[in-house]
């Protein structure tokens, strides 16, 4: 890590941020304190950052698989899960979105802080800019996660999405209906200027 490095606590936990990599915010705390994972599931963490999900995720789980399309993202967590002492528990790899999976590849609990926020032009180049922008509508990320996620997914699995209402999240209900699943809002959390967080778990 350099200079630059911010570190960033939850619980009993650290984490250190490169610079081009998405500091946790609200967003990322409401997902963890609202995190649940059950011994010996098998947990994808989509979109890791610095990988606070799949770090906290790895104390139960069997099986953790972090990915990030930001390379700095995945050194970032790789380190802090040494730092955490579980890098034994986590595999770590740059992909964008599941194309580094296997497509037999089936998980218990997929979790997205997906990017959501809408952007007037197209999305930006820096690899910070992708951790947060969702295109025009705010929706271009979350709807390929959404088409995909399905097949990775066991029977009695899970998906728990992080959104803003920003990113119109009745068409998340209803594109994860066209796929059968059903959804459920988790928590909401009202943010300054009409902003609302909401954490949706997708089931079939």
């Known amino acids: 890590m350099t200079s630059s490095t911010k570190r960033v606590y939850f619980d009993d ?11 946790p915010a609200e967003d990322s705390f409401l997902f963890a304190e609202n995190l649940e994972v059950e011994d010996g599931e098998r947990v994808l963490d989509m979109g890791t950052g610095c990988g606070i999900l799949g ?4 104390t139960k789980a069997r099986e953790v698989i972090a990915v990030d399309v930001n390379p700095y ?13 579980v890098r034994s ?5 740059q992909s964008d979105l599941f194309t580094w999976l296997s497509e037999n590849a089936k998980f218990d609990l997929v979790l997205f802080n997906a990017p959501y926020l809408p952007e007037n032009d197209r ?12 295109g025009v509508t705010g929706r271009q990320i979350i709807d ?19 959104q803003s209402n920003l ?9 994860f209906a066209e796929f059968n699943m059903h959804t459920r809002f988790l928590v909401k959390h009202d943010l300054p200027f009409f902003e609302t967080l909401v954490l949706l778990e997708a089931y079939f």
């Not at 936990?13 to 500091?23: L, M, S, W």
């Not at 800019?129 to 969702?134: E, H, I, N, Q």
């Open 73 to 85: 993202a995945v050194r970032c967590a790789k380190y802090n899960s040494k730092v955490n002492n």
């Open 123 to 134: 999305i930006s180049d820096s690899w910070i800019a992708r951790a947060w922008a969702g």
């Open 55 to 58: 770090i906290l995720a790895s």
């Open 89 to 93: 528990k986590i595999a770590i790899v």
């Open 13 to 23: 936990y650290v984490f250190f941020v490169d610079e081009n990599v998405y500091e």
């Open 144 to 162: 390929c996660f959404i088409s995909a996620v399905p097949k990775y997914l066991k029977r009695s699995g899970r998906v728990l999405l992080m």
């Open 167 to 175: 990113a119109n999240v009745n068409e998340t209900v209803f594109k």
